[in-house]
């Protein structure tokens, strides 16, 4: 009877997100719910201390990427930037490859340290006037961005700084570029793979005679009359939040030191926190801040008269985009602390092979949690010793392993209650009827990657 509760709150809030109504208001339901068919007398403690605990702590450390990241999309929008930089790629690339211009760029934003939430208010703007202006669906806009931004540069390149190749280091004592060679080999079939879906998916739109579609929401507005910038400085700001994010990744600690702390009255103790923990938050709200300081420098002019209206506009969307993820984030709490979740992990404990059973694992709970960096935590925290102890056995290297949980954190945690899909779609303007099939799609893409990597690691014993 656990287990059916476990999976029934799950399949309820994949179907309330897939039929468009809001996550905000059905995960706390969908959790609690859960909650009182195991005991109902933890209803309001495991709400108020578990539930709106992880919500807030979410939010507490993450709104403030968020909402630099919705104003810095706006700004590149309104500045023009984003229509240069289309312009620029149509005349490199050519009109037939702009999916690829959309992944690639989005590819180069998070492998250069961005928040991936970031990245889909980045690369929104000129994805959407490069479709529109080369007639392809806006629907699969969404799925050209996921395979960018939540592909194989969150978790498969070797040295990716995104948290789910950060999280393995700990229990495998690996580092971010362990087995490099298997993620190239895992890099170049999701590539690969995921352009001829997404490319086919456009062919057999052109063949119906589908072009971008009408009645959006959520449209970048584009002033066909602003004179073009400069391709080199409308990306610029592009290239100083990457650069910017790997130099303060890399010298906050430094700056600091082990534990941060301020004081603002002798009267009063310190504030005090450990750096390891904020510093990569910290680096990617400097890098944004200097990114959004670089379109002023460069667009003032063009800036001062719409910012009070597009900066509103940017705020709201960054709430409602961090409280959906704040909230899903809460669900994965809850949902991890069921009875019928231990069955689950327990099960899963029970696969012989090491990578397989490591695979399945943390793939299974990243989907069961909604979340990647959540799933990859609680299979490691549960079963890192089962896993390295079966390696051990098998001659296994720590680094094969380190790579193999990374990649399988991105698989299946793209179900339509995941926070990166839902704020990725809200973003786009678009809903999980006209966009998930093709996300979902790139899922199962970065799904085979794994085992496809696993074949070839015991084919080869290359690493």
């Known amino acids: 009877m656990s287990l059916l509760i476990c999976l029934g709150a799950l399949a309820f809030l994949m179907f309330v997100a897939y039929r468009g109504f809001s996550v905000i208001l059905f995960a706390p339901v969908a959790a609690m719910a859960a ?109 050209a961005v996921a395979l960018g931004a939540f592909g194989f540069t969150m978790d ?127 680096a990617v709200m400097g890098a944004l801040l200097l990114g959004i300081l670089t379109v002023f420098l460069f667009a003032f002019r063009t800036l001062a008269a719409q910012f009070a209206e597009g900066s509103k506009q940017a705020v709201g969307g960054a709430l409602l985009a961090s409280l959906n993820t704040a909230t899903e984030y809460g669900f994965g709490a809850v949902i991890a602390a069921l009875p019928g979740f231990m069955l689950i992990s327990h099960a899963l404990a029970s696969i012989p092979n090491p990578l397989i059973n490591e695979a399945i694992s943390v793939t299974t709970l990243a989907g069961i949690t909604g979340s990647a960096s959540g799933g990859l935590s609680i299979a490691l925290a549960a079963m890192a010793d089962q896993f390295i102890a079966q390696a051990n056995a098998a001659g296994i290297p720590m680094e094969v392993l380190h790579r193999v949980a990374a990649m399988a954190s991105g698989g299946m945690d793209t179900l339509p209650h995941n926070g990166a899909v839902i704020t990725l779609l809200a973003v786009c303007g678009l809903s999980h009827r006209q966009s998930y099939g093709d996300i979902f799609a790139i899922t199962l893409v970065k799904t085979s990657a794994v085992f496809f990597v696993i074949g070839f690691y015991y084919l080869t014993g290359l690493y």
């Open 35 to 143: 909650v009182l068919l195991t005991d109902p007398s933890a209803v309001p403690v495991v709400f108020s201390g578990l539930f709106m605990d992880k919500l807030v702590g979410f939010v507490k450390l993450y709104f403030p990427v968020f909402l630099l990241g919705a104003v810095f999309g706006k700004v590149i929008e309104m500045s023009g930037f984003s229509r240069a930089i289309v312009s620029a790629i149509i005349r490199i690339l050519g009109p037939g490859q702009a999916v690829l211009a959309v992944v690639l760029v989005g590819a180069v934003l998070t492998y250069g340290g961005v928040s991936l939430f970031v990245v889909v208010f980045a690369v929104y703007p000129f994805g959407a006037e490069l479709f529109r202006q080369v007639g392809i669906p806006k629907r699969l806009l969404p799925a």
């Open 156 to 282: 498969t390149l070797p040295g990716t700084p995104q948290i789910q190749n950060i999280i393995p280091t700990t229990f495998f004592h690996t580092t971010a570029y362990a087995a490099p060679i298997l993620g190239l080999v895992g890099t170049a079939f999701m590539l690969g793979v995921g352009i001829a879906y997404l490319d086919f998916r456009r062919r057999q739109a052109l063949k119906a005679g589908e072009g971008y579609g009408t009645g959006h929401t959520n449209e970048p507005k584009i002033d066909k009359d602003q004179p073009l910038a400069n391709p080199v400085i409308a990306i610029l700001p592009l290239v100083v939040v990457g650069i910017a994010n790997l130099l303060l990744n890399r010298f906050i600690p430094g700056w600091f030191g082990p534990e941060a702390s301020a004081t603002l009255n002798p009267a009063q103790p310190a504030l005090t926190m450990a750096t390891n923990s904020v510093a990569p938050i910290w």
